[in-house]
DNA sequence: AACCGAGACAACCGCTGGTCG
DNA sequence: GCGACCAGCGGTTGTCTCGGT
């Protein structure tokens, strides 16, 4: 059967917005605030479905959008975003105030995943590819609102976001430290990438744990409460049994990676950095309930390429520091 | 000047999760 | 508990613009 439309459709306009209907628009939402989106164009006078105007408002009507190009700042916060959160655009959009997720997924289609393939088709670099289906709700759709945000729409303004925006917080926080901590941290040779590659941060044959991480538990790790991780590892990487190199890395970064399921849900980060001793000082996992033993980490896949430096490259070039990783 | 292709961007579509009756 | 409704999300498509030939 299939449910409903979501609007009659029949006598609905479509297609570009006219400089009239944006005026209807934008007057009946200042006068009666957003909201009601399915009864909004029949109260407003728009042949426009609810979603449509929803879209037009939140994508171009808005007073506080940002218009104009996109700035190198923002394109290096998107990159650094979208290497923690993959293609989540609306969370990605809550870090850049006046952009949109729509921009934004334009933006990195147009320009940055491009960059991003290029570089790592050049070799550069490690890639390591997080499957997030692997994840308790990472890989699925993030479709509908959440409680707060129903909140939200019930009226009260609340702050949007939890666990994975605050991971992305956190992991920006945490990569400006980086940043400047590796800035001038002498880039490994090519040996010893190769031995740290050699430590067993492979994704074949890995098999997926009877349950995968708890979506808290991915966040704790993030989760500017109790993010430290702390670890009694004396290498710098964990080994495959008990999870993903908790190293520090730093390199040019990123790339979506299309699976057979379809765009979302991996997220390919290239590393190119590997700084075997740095490590492991700033994690702390006093406060989390989990262990390098958990069966969390075997349900993230990894899959290393290349740890080769391009030749005459400067790792970090494209993408200067790369963070959730280093933060698992 | 006309055509064509690529790039950029706006908008649509299908699906999802949360809420409510 | 269930289903309908709703808002929101992300992928995809459509349209416009611009540069090259």
């Given at each position: 059967m299939g449910r409903a439309p979501c609007c009659e459709k029949v006598g609905l306009k479509k297609g570009r917005w006219t400089k009239e209907e944006d005026e209807i628009l934008a007057r009946y939402i200042k006068e009666h605030g957003e909201g009601s989106w399915r009864s909004l164009p029949k109260n407003a006078g728009l042949l426009r479905c609810g979603k449509s105007c929803r879209l037009r408002w939140i994508n171009?009507?808005?007073?506080?959008l940002k218009r104009g190009n996109i700035s190198e700042e923002e394109e290096e916060m998107i990159m650094k975003l979208h290497a923690t959160l993959g293609n989540r655009w609306s969370l990605i959009a809550g870090h850049l105030?006046?952009?949109?997720d729509n921009e934004i997924k334009n933006y990195w289609n147009s320009h940055l995943s491009r960059r991003a393939s290029d570089f790592r088709s050049g070799g550069h670099g490690v890639v390591v590819n997080?499957?997030?289906?692997?994840?308790p709700g990472g890989?699925?759709?993030?479709?509908g609102r959440s409680g707060h945000n129903a909140a939200a729409a019930k009226g009260g303004k609340v702050k949007k976001g939890k666990g994975k925006e605050k991971a992305a917080e956190v992991a920006l926080q945490h990569a400006a430290k980086k940043e400047q901590e590796d800035i001038n941290a002498a880039t490994p040779s090519s040996q010893e990438q190769a031995q740290a590659s050699a430590s067993g941060v492979t994704s074949d044959g890995l098999e997926d744990g009877p349950l995968g991480p708890s979506e808290e538990m991915v966040s704790g790790l993030l989760d500017?409460?109790?993010?430290k991780l702390e670890t009694d590892l004396d290498g710098a990487c964990m080994d495959h049994d008990s999870g993903p190199c908790m190293d520090s890395y730093t390199g040019p970064c990123i790339k979506s990676e299309s699976g057979p399921s379809g765009p979302c849900g991996d997220v390919a980060q290239e590393v190119g950095d590997h700084h075997a001793d740095k490590a492991l000082e700033d994690w702390d996992l006093t406060g989390l309930e989990i262990s390098v033993d958990d069966d969390m980490w075997d349900s993230l896949v990894w899959d290393y390429n290349d740890m080769a430096v391009p030749e005459g490259g400067k790792q970090g070039?494209?993408?200067p520091d790369l963070f959730f990783l280093d933060n698992m």
């Amino acid at each position: 059967m299939g449910r409903a439309p979501c609007c009659e459709k029949v006598g609905l306009k479509k297609g570009r917005w006219t400089k009239e209907e944006d005026e209807i628009l934008a007057r009946y939402i200042k006068e009666h605030g957003e909201g009601s989106w399915r009864s909004l164009p029949k109260n407003a006078g728009l042949l426009r479905c609810g979603k449509s105007c929803r879209l037009r408002w939140i994508n171009y009507l808005r007073a506080d959008l940002k218009r104009g190009n996109i700035s190198e700042e923002e394109e290096e916060m998107i990159m650094k975003l979208h290497a923690t959160l993959g293609n989540r655009w609306s969370l990605i959009a809550g870090h850049l105030p006046g952009r949109t997720d729509n921009e934004i997924k334009n933006y990195w289609n147009s320009h940055l995943s491009r960059r991003a393939s290029d570089f790592r088709s050049g070799g550069h670099g490690v890639v390591v590819n997080l499957d997030l289906a692997k994840l308790p709700g990472g890989g699925k759709r993030r479709g509908g609102r959440s409680g707060h945000n129903a909140a939200a729409a019930k009226g009260g303004k609340v702050k949007k976001g939890k666990g994975k925006e605050k991971a992305a917080e956190v992991a920006l926080q945490h990569a400006a430290k980086k940043e400047q901590e590796d800035i001038n941290a002498a880039t490994p040779s090519s040996q010893e990438q190769a031995q740290a590659s050699a430590s067993g941060v492979t994704s074949d044959g890995l098999e997926d744990g009877p349950l995968g991480p708890s979506e808290e538990m991915v966040s704790g790790l993030l989760d500017p409460v109790c993010p430290k991780l702390e670890t009694d590892l004396d290498g710098a990487c964990m080994d495959h049994d008990s999870g993903p190199c908790m190293d520090s890395y730093t390199g040019p970064c990123i790339k979506s990676e299309s699976g057979p399921s379809g765009p979302c849900g991996d997220v390919a980060q290239e590393v190119g950095d590997h700084h075997a001793d740095k490590a492991l000082e700033d994690w702390d996992l006093t406060g989390l309930e989990i262990s390098v033993d958990d069966d969390m980490w075997d349900s993230l896949v990894w899959d290393y390429n290349d740890m080769a430096v391009p030749e005459g490259g400067k790792q970090g070039e494209l993408m200067p520091d790369l963070f959730f990783l280093d933060n698992m």
